[in-house]
Each structure stands twice: as structure tokens, then as C-alpha cells.
């Protein structure tokens, strides 16, 4: 099974907050990532929080990371058409593999 | 540019065929990476390599073989002895940075 676990599908309403969580299992996680995959192509980095961080915020982003519980989530403000894509959560561990959950995909309806 | 390059973007083959999924990039980057993508799943590590000339097994690499000659590239051979080779192939590569920076991926069609 997975180490990273995410929601399939989520769908919002154009201009509501989409947040898609994860949670992960190695607690000497480095970093921790969200990407971002359009149809067809490769993933896109959004963003990413080191282990020691508790909030980042970066424009219409915001990730939360609760380590207590190895929570995170991608908050996505004002929600766009054009965040329609599948969103995958991503854990650096410490000899830097990476792990990556399978993918929350995200409709965002007009 | 600086990137990461794949083709094809879409590859058919037949059964029993070997088919070799190439991998550029000219970022400079030692380590590269490649990933596996089903429907449903999260990506899957293939094969790695930190550097040249070495290259490690990742957590599904039966039915595949890599090789690392140069820095540049990272080819990906799909053997005949894969037993579901259908899928979304990604590659990607890291360099001392935090990020892994993705290829645009080839979708191999096995028949």
C-alpha cells in the first residue's frame, strides 16, 4: 500500500477554497511536497514545507502541516478552472527518496 | 531552456517487443529518477541513479533495465519480461536543491 495516503476526487464551485489533505507514515520526513499534474503531462512543483514549519504561505496557497499528526494540506483560495488537475502529496525522506500518494484529482465546475 | 526532455510522447509497441523511453535533461543534475504512473496510484520508482555510471533498483524494476553513460541521460528499456508494461512513464532528475524536476512523461501502448 501506499505511505502517503490522499482523497481520489474532490470537486468545489469556481471562486470557493479547494483543500485537498494527506497524510503520511515517516515521521523523518525532510520535506514535503505538493505538485500539481495537468492532463497528459509531467508534474509541476506548487509548492513545498520543510519539516519544521508549521504554516506556508505562497500567493493563493497556503500548506499546513501538523506533524503530531503527519497531516498536511494544500488549501487553494478563489478556486479557478484552471486548478483543475490532479494534485499529488509528496514526502522527502531522510536519504532522499522520494514517496508520492496517489493523487487527489480536483474539478473545479463553473 | 534548461529541462527535462522524453520522447517520444507516445509510444506503441507489440507484445514481446523491447522499447527504450529516452530521458534528457541539462540541468546539471546528478541524481535521475524513473517513475511509473497507473490510473489511481501514485507514482512508482523504477530505477535511480545518484550519478554516473551507478543506478540502483527502485521498488518495481523487474521487467525494466537502465542505463547512466552520461550525466545528460537516463534511458529506460522496457523488456519483453514486464509483464503489464502499459502506463505513463515519468522521468525526472534532483540537484542539490529540494525539488525533483519532471519530464512531460511517455505514455508506452503495448498491444
Known amino acids: 500500500g501506499e505511505d502517503v495516503e490522499q482523497s481520489l476526487f474532490l470537486s468545489v464551485r469556481e471562486g470557493d477554497s479547494s483543500v485537498i489533505n494527506c497524510t503520511y507514515t515517516?515521521?523523518?520526513?525532510?520535506?514535503l511536497y505538493w505538485y500539481k499534474q495537468e492532463p497528459g503531462a509531467g508534474l509541476q512543483l506548487l509548492t513545498y514545507?520543510?519539516?519544521?514549519?508549521d504554516m506556508k504561505q505562497d500567493q493563493r496557497l497556503t500548506v499546513l502541516l501538523n506533524k503530531k499528526d503527519k497531516h498536511l494540506s494544500l488549501r487553494i483560495a478563489d478556486t479557478q478552472t484552471g486548478d483543475s488537475a490532479i494534485y499529488f502529496c509528496a514526502e522527502r525522506g531522510w536519504n532522499n527518496d522520494m514517496r508520492f500518494g496517489a493523487g487527489t484529482r480536483l474539478t473545479v465546475k463553473p | 531552456d534548461g529541462g527535462i526532455t522524453q520522447s517520444p510522447k507516445y509510444l506503441f509497441r507489440k507484445e514481446g517487443q523491447n522499447v527504450t523511453l529516452s530521458c534528457e535533461q541539462n540541468l546539471n543534475h546528478d541524481a535521475m529518477y524513473w517513475y511509473r504512473q497507473d490510473p489511481g496510484q501514485g507514482l512508482r520508482l523504477i530505477y535511480y541513479s545518484q550519478i554516473v555510471n551507478d543506478f540502483q533498483k527502485g521498488d518495481i524494476a523487474e521487467g525494466y533495465s537502465v542505463s547512466r553513460e552520461k550525466k545528460e541521460s537516463f534511458p529506460l528499456t522496457v523488456t519483453s519480461a514486464q509483464k503489464n508494461p502499459t502506463a505513463f512513464y515519468l522521468c525526472?532528475?534532483?540537484?542539490?536543491?529540494?525539488?525533483?524536476?519532471f519530464g512531460p512523461g511517455t505514455r508506452l501502448t503495448v498491444t
Open positions: 515517516d515521521s523523518s520526513s525532510t520535506y
Open positions: 514545507i520543510f519539516s519544521n514549519m
Open positions: 525526472a532528475s534532483r540537484g542539490d536543491e529540494y525539488e525533483q524536476y
